[in-house]
């Protein structure tokens, strides 16, 4: 029985891990991460540098490099996608 339990809160810690990994949040990872060194702002500056989508992912990949966190691929693309969204309009 007691095994059982053990099995049990095993089987719960590990799954609710891997849910935490799968499961990332590009706006709020940005938000934790990324306004260091500067905002938002210098995505809809009027001089600003990206000009294309994978000119963005590029430049993301970048700052993550600076920033040390070493995303997924996957998470680098969630992070391109958002900024896509909600700044840069590129068409994909
Ligand atoms: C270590 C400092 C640093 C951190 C942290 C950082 N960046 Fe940057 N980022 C820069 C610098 C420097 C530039 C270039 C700014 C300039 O040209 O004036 C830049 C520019 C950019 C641009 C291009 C803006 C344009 O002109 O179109 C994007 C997009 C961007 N960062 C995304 C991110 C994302 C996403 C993160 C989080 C993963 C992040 N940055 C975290 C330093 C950083």
């Not at 990332?24 to 809809?44: E, K, L």
């Amino acid at each position: 029985m007691k095994l059982l339990l053990l099995f049990a809160t095993l089987t719960l810690i590990f799954s609710t891990t891997v849910f935490a990994g799968e499961e990332f949040q590009a706006g709020t990872f940005h938000q934790n991460n990324c306004t260091g060194c500067h905002d938002s702002s210098v995505y809809t500056r009027k001089k600003r540098r990206v000009d294309s989508l994978p000119h963005l992912e590029s430049q993301v990949r970048m700052c993550d490099a600076n920033l040390g966190k070493k995303l997924f691929d996957t998470e680098i693309q969630s992070l391109t996608n958002y900024l896509n969204d909600n700044y840069y309009h590129f068409s994909k």
